[in-house]
Every structure is written in C-alpha cells, then in structure tokens.
C-alpha cells in the first residue's frame, strides 16, 4: 500500500451526495421498499427471565380474523444450529433472558399481529434468574480474548512494586452504566421467500456479513441470499452484528410461502435483543513519581455478558496505548448472566474503557498538584506503550494544547469549587480520546464504463448516515481521475463485491482501499479512455505497514460544565473536541461525526442508563420518554477541530476512522468539569444531580 491516492476531491467540503434524494423521502429505507401483498409480524416474547417454554395455546390467536400464521418453537421451520444461539430463533424451548424471542404472529396488518401477540399464552417452567453484575461475584471468569481479538490480560513490568514506591497514588473503582443503541430507524426487515431463494430488504451495517450468517442458518449457498440496504437509519454497531429479529422474520417469510413479511421493531423491543453497552466496573489503578510522571498503570475490568453467547468488551484495551509506564496491567473478568447478548456500541471498548483511566489521571493531577493537560503530555509516549512499536502517526499532545488554546484553558483555577455565579458552581475538565486506525484487506469494488461516459463503481458497503455516499464517491473520481458527477456510485446490496462490515470506524478504510484499487487496476488494463461496458473487479489487499507500526487516532476533549448549587442540575453549555485523526475527506461530514459523537458522549455522562429490575430480570426504562438521549437542547456550543494530519501508512487514503472517536473521553471530560465546577468526584456514570446534593 505505498501508492498514496493524490487528493483532489478527497478533502474538500461537499454536500451529501444523497441529501436531496433523503430529504425528499426519495431514499428508501429498509421498510419502504415496495413489495407485492406484504404481510405483517409481531413477536412474542418471554416474560421470564430464565426456565423453559413448555406450552404455548395459540387457537385464540390463529382464530382471529387477518391472522396467517403463529410460530412458535413447537412448530417453527428448522435451522442450522449449533453455530450462534442468539440467532437460533425458535429452535429451542430454553428461556435465556426476559424478551427474548418465542413467536410471532403473522397478519394481514400490523395492527392485527399485535393484538393476537397478546393473544397467545405461554406456558413457563419457571427457573431462578441472576441479571445483577457485580465485582465481588465468585462465577467471574476470564474469556479467551476480548473484542475482536485482543488479548484478554496483558502485563509488563510491576504494577504492585511501583504502586507500593510512588509519591502518588490513585486506587479507585469506577462504573459506566448499561446503555443500549437507539439509531432513530429501527433494526427492520422484509424477507420474500421464492423459486431462487431468500431476499432480505434489512437495515443493516453490512450486506455481505448479514447475507452469510443467514444463508448458513438457513442452510442456502450465500448465492441464494441476498441482502439490499441501500440507506440506513443509524445503527451504532447494533447492526454491525446480525440479530434474532431479521432471522425471525426470514422464518416468517418461509412460512408464508412466497408473501414478503415485514417486521419493523417497536422502539421497547430495541430493548430486548438487539444489543446493547455492557455495564462496566473498573477498578484504576496510577502511580506516579513527584513530577506527575506515571510509573504505573492498571486497569481491571468487570463486565457481563449472555448466558447464550460470550460477546466480552475490550475495556481495558486503550489503556495498553495511552500513556508511558513502565509498570502496566489491564484485565477482563465477565459474568456471565440471564441477559440478553451484548454487542457493540460506537466505540465498544473504548468509549467506557477511557472513561475511567482518563477520570482517574484527572484524580491524580490534582493529587500531584498538575495541571491536567500538562499531566497528560508529560506521559506521553514515544512509542507504542504495549507493542513497543512507532505511532505511524500521534498528535495528542498537539490536540491538548491546540484545545487548551481554544477553551482559554489558562485562565482555569487550579482548586476546585472557586466559581460560583448566578447559583451556579461552574467548572472545566479535559480528557483525551483514542481510536485505532483500523484496516482489513478483502473488500472489493467494481469499476464499470457506462453508455453514458460515466463510471460506475460498485462495493457492497452500508451508509449509516455517516456520509459514505459521498466520500466514497469522492474516493472513486479521485482514483479514476474524474469528476464526482462522472461517478455513480451502488452500495448497500449483497449482488455487489463483497464489503466489510460498516463497524470499527474502518469503512471509509477498507472500502476507499478497494476503490482504489479498482480503479488503478481498470484504468491500466483500459487505459483513459475505455469503451462502453468495460469492467473490472479488484480488491484490496493487506497493509505491510500495519506490521511496522502502531496506528490510532487521537483526540482532546474539553468540556465546561455548570452544577445548580441548589438542585444539584447539572448542564453542559460548552464541549469542544480537538482531533488528529489522518487526511480529513470531507470537512462537512467529519463535523457531523465528530460532534455527533460528542452529543452521544454527553449523552452518556449525563442522561443514558438503561435501568435493569433484577427481581424481573428486564431493563425497565424502555421507552425514548424514559431511557433519555441527549437532545438539541441539552448541547449549548459544541466544537469540533482538527490538526491537518499527514499519515501515509494507514491506506492509500491516509485516512482515520472518524466514526467512533467523538464519543471516547467526552464523558471523562464532563466529569472531570463537574468536579472541578463543585470538588465532588463522581466515579459512577451517568453524572447525575443527586449526586452534587
Ligand atoms: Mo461501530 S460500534 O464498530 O458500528
């Protein structure tokens, strides 16, 4: 990967190329697909939390009038099993987790299936059930390896010799709540069954990973499925991975013999079984010398997972790169309960996992009488901490000080609890972000001269709402040396080469990657001026850099938080992010990324968490009035920067995942300011006003 693509269109501001057509409800999204006679499910779902099904009564049901059909697991069609029981639906009577999947009723309208839902009565042999993670539990256990494939302990040097030595210490646990993903279209999908196979309109952040995973349930050649996801409504990850209810839906759809079904999940079913953020518990462990140098660190992780399927979050993952110490530590213990499976969610390991690192350095600064930012540079780096190997490219320190720069940060007092105006303590907190550079050889693209002198470029990728559309389209004039209006660019099915998942911010990577490649491949076998109908299939292929050197973005987060004195009501009026973070594509849409991550970020501080009811086993707070997610009105000024970074290792690009980093250390941060806004140190997310009274 040493030809560099030379920018032209890449890099400069451009409106999404699918904003009218979005705007306008021209774009079509997975429920709006138009199908002949579609029929209508509705799911039934456990009531307990663990035990076994032993009978369902479904006459009332299958009585009513427009009602098609009722599977249950006594008379559902068959799978594949053995593989991944989170999407064996149906295919035993075993009661995992409270909401999971038991049924479904098929009907002539939405409507209908939801009243002979309730309709049908299940009959439970009842078990025990155990939902409440904690640090102190004797079944905790340590699981291969974590998220996606990082070692799950890992050490170097002497944690607990340097902690014994240190002139400063800081020993606390600290706790993110459980969150779950909620993109504002929801997981949906219509499945039609005919003569070649199954057809899968879903929303999905991957085409090619869904179509597999079904095809193998179903056992059908992948050729026989086929997955289209043209536009997506936000996913988060919680469409990264394939769900119960698309595989529920395909069985529906079998069952109606060639009738598409169409299965859109209420918003309190998004609760139930389509993943969500594991609760962590952290116990940090820093030790420092009398100038603030860190001589060790720690990071022991707690999180759960399903009794049915291990997913174990990478938690303690960034603490292996952030900061020099000779003396380190990170571990992962899971419990492993009657929940629902938890997955990925924007940043799975990094978002909590720089939660509590990144409060506990502000614990030590003050201990150490340091500035926080100062703290932080003085711990950087030279190489990567755990590899030992070069950043390809590393500019926190640039980030801290350019955002100090812009946040006025000198004029900060040092104590905490020094401003009070109008009955309001104010405060500022800083906290640094992280996010691998990733890439993955595999994807591939297809390059097509049409009738009409345009190029046609074909990848199976998935538009999340993050701007793909456009910046792929950018990447492919660029590759081919044209303008974006030659190209017309096809994403979002499964007939098209095959794409990596949109996940782990690396879409832009992998895809842009074999875009190029696609197009230097066309254009030296049809030279500049092809005919009509010439076509070729490339994809891309590793990254000898990735070997030679450490690769991340990074990023500082400030945050100016005010604490009502008298209430304890806790407001964020201003959050600015710095990012180094490679080439920037397109200014327009890495705003809308980094500052959406930012929103959710605050989101988590100060308003998400899902609330389990462990006598029932279920997250209570299901509903969008209840469960709370940051809105327009909760961010007052919230800027987004970033340093013109150069990296000509990580894709021909020399671009960084942006997708995920806007979330990581905005939380810290905000913490971080509340304490300095009133001298309380809040350790348990989400920062809430009780806590300040
Ligand atoms: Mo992202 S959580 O990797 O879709």
Not at 336 to 360: H, K, N, T
Not at 441 to 467: C, F, L, N, P, Q
Not at 484 to 501: F, N
Not at 569 to 595: D, H, K, M, W, Y
Request: proline share 6%; glycine share 10%; hydrophobic share 40%.
């Amino acid at each position: 990967m040493t030809d560099l693509l030379q920018p032209r269109v890449v890099g400069t501001d451009r409106q999404r190329v699918d904003g009218v057509a979005k705007v306008t409800g021209r774009a079509p999204y997975t429920y709006e697909h138009r199908v002949d006679r579609p029929a209508y499910l509705h799911p039934i779902q456990t009531t307990i939390a663990r035990g076994r099904v032993v009978a369902m009564r479904t006459e009332r049901a299958e009585a009513t009038d427009g009602v098609i059909a009722v599977l249950t697991p006594f008379t559902a069609p068959r799978l594949e099993t053995g593989q991944n029981p989170e999407l064996e639906v149906l295919q035993s009577t075993d009661v995992a987790f409270r909401g999971q999947l038991i049924g479904a009723v098929i009907a002539e309208t939405p409507e209908v299936a939801r009243h002979a839902a309730g309709l049908v009565e299940v009959e439970y042999d009842r078990q025990p059930h155990d939902t409440e993670l904690r640090a102190d539990r004797d079944d905790l256990y340590a699981p291969d390896v974590v998220n996606p494939n990082y070692p799950t302990d890992t050490a170097q040097g002497d944690l607990e010799g340097a902690f014994a030595e240190a002139a400063h210490r800081v020993d606390q646990t600290y706790t993110t709540a459980m969150y779950h993903n909620n993109p504002m279209e929801p997981h949906t999908t219509i499945a039609v069954w005919d003569a070649d196979g199954l057809t899968l309109y879903d929303s999905t952040q991957g085409v090619h990973s869904l179509r597999k995973s079904v095809a193998a349930l179903f056992g059908l050649d992948p050729e026989r499925v086929r997955v289209i996801s043209p536009y997506v409504g936000g996913g988060f990850g919680s469409k990264g991975t394939p769900h119960a209810n698309t595989v529920l839906a395909a069985l529906a759809a079998k069952r109606t013999a060639g009738r598409p079904v169409k299965y859109a999940l209420t918003r309190q079913q998004m609760f139930a079984f389509v993943g969500y953020r594991t609760p962590t518990i952290q116990r940090i462990r820093l030790a420092a010398d009398s100038a603030g140098r860190l001589t060790a660190i720690g990071n022991d992780v707690v999180e759960q997972t399903s009794r049915i399927k291990e997913f174990a979050e990478q938690t303690g993952e960034p603490t292996r790169h952030m900061y020099a110490a000779p003396n380190r530590s990170t571990t992962h213990r899971l419990a492993a309960l009657d929940v629902s499976v938890p997955s990925w969610m924007r940043a799975p390991g990094e978002c909590p996992g720089m939660f509590a690192p990144e409060v506990a350095l502000d614990e030590l600064a003050h201990q150490a009488g340091i500035d926080p930012v100062e703290l932080r540079v003085r711990n950087e780096p030279g190489t990567d901490p755990e590899s030992g190997l070069p950043f390809s490219s590393r500019h926190l320190v640039d980030c801290l000080r350019e955002g100090a720069r812009r946040f006025d940060w000198d004029r900060r007092p040092a104590q905490p609890r020094a401003t009070l105006r109008n009955g309001w303590w104010i405060g500022t907190g800083v906290a640094s972000s992280i996010y691998p550079a990733r890439y993955s050889a595999g994807s591939a693209a297809r390059v097509r001269r049409t009738r009409s002198g345009h190029y046609e470029v074909g990848i199976g990728a998935a538009d999340i709402g993050t701007g793909a559309w456009t910046v792929l389209t950018q990447i492919a004039a660029d590759a081919l040396g044209v303008d974006m209006d030659e190209v017309e660019l096809q994403i979002g099915d499964s007939r098209l080469p095959t794409a990596s998942v949109a996940g782990g911010s690396s879409g832009t990577a992998n895809w842009g990657a074999a875009i190029v490649a696609a197009a230097r491949a066309f254009r030296d076998k049809f030279g500049t001026d092809p005919g009509t109908g010439d076509e070729l299939t490339e994809s891309a292929g590793d990254n000898p850099a990735a070997k030679r050197f450490a690769m991340h973005g990074f990023g500082a987060q400030f945050a100016e938080v005010h604490v009502n004195a008298a209430t304890g009501e806790v407001r964020v009026p201003r959050l600015l992010g710095v990012f180094a973070t490679g080439r920037i594509a397109n200014p327009r849409l890495a705003r809308s990324q980094f500052i959406g991550g930012m929103t959710m970020g605050l989101s988590m501080a100060l308003h998400e968490e899902s609330v389990t009811d462990h006598r029932f086993g279920f997250v209570v707070n299901h509903d969008l009035a209840e469960y709370h997610i940051a809105s327009c009105a909760d961010v007052k000024s919230i800027e987004a920067h970033w340093l013109d970074e150069h990296d000509p290792y990580v894709n021909p690009m020399g671009t960084k995942g942006i997708g995920e980093i806007g979330i990581v250390g905005t939380a810290a941060a905000i913490a971080n300011a509340a304490w300095h806004a009133t001298g309380v140190r809040v350790r348990e997310l989400p920062v809430t006003a009780d806590k300040f009274l």
